[in-house]
């Protein structure tokens, strides 16, 4: 293994180990009733948690900014869950995810899902924890790819359309006639010079 691969898996696990801190932080905002900016401030994380990486302090951080468009998100994209009737882990495992899919654009949505995932096989309280969160950020990856897909497909269809309009046709001799149709005679000039 090179050096940059094992800068890469570093980096890597390093993000997986801060999510984990940061869904505890978050179950433990959540439990004592605090806003996730002021445990962030005031450091009192249980010990369990110990230092808290830069990445996850950026997560909570970010999270506590967005957190209601995250929760809005998660709500239409929801089927028959409020956010009151989510499990506890569940919940804050997926505005976790939710806010690196949509506010963090150096993750790949592959890597913050199947993270998310394991993260509920890790902390979630019911056996089919792994499967809802799958469910619900599978919903929002679709929703968030869909408008990309048509920015792309529309920038692609503007590409055609400009290409089309700029080239010029090419002269075609009257000998080879194009559009021919048996109902429809056509002239050719005489070959004489007259």
């Known amino acids: ?14 993000r997986t180990v801060a999510r984990r801190k940061a869904v505890q932080l978050l179950y433990q905002a959540q439990i004592l009733g605090q806003p996730l900016c002021e445990v962030l401030k005031t450091d009192t994380f249980i010990e369990e948690i110990g230092v808290l990486p830069e990445y996850a302090r950026m997560l909570i951080s970010g999270l506590s900014e967005q957190l209601e468009e995250v929760d ?17 882990v569940d919940r804050c ?12 654009s150096s993750v790949p949505v592959s890597v913050t899902i199947n993270e998310a995932i394991e993260l ?3 902390f979630g309280g ?28 529309s ?9 089309a309009s700029t080239q010029v046709p090419a002269e075609v001799p009257a ?17 004489s010079g007259r």
């Not at 809005?72 to 994209?77: G, K, P, V, W």
């Not at 495992?93 to 963090?104: D, H, K, Q, S, T």
């Not at 000998?175 to 070959?191: D, I, R």
Request: aromatic letters at 4%; charged letters at 20%; proline letters at 5%.
């Open 126 to 153: 019911e056996d089919g924890s792994g499967s809802f969160v799958n469910g619900v950020l599978g919903n929002i990856a679709r929703s968030i790819q869909a408008p990309e897909e048509d920015a792309a497909a």
């Open 93 to 104: 495992i997926l505005r976790l995810a939710v806010y690196e899919m949509r506010f963090v």
């Open 72 to 88: 809005t998100c998660l709500s239409q994209s929801s089927d028959n869950w409020s956010l009151d009737r989510m499990p506890l």
């Open 1 to 14: 293994m090179n050096k940059s691969e094992t800068k890469s898996r570093g980096v890597h696990y390093d």
């Open 175 to 191: 000998e080879a006639p194009t559009n021919m149709s048996a109902s429809a005679p056509v002239s050719v000039p005489s070959q």
């Open 120 to 122: 509920a096989h890790e």
């Open 155 to 163: 920038q692609a269809s503007t590409l055609a359309s400009v290409q």
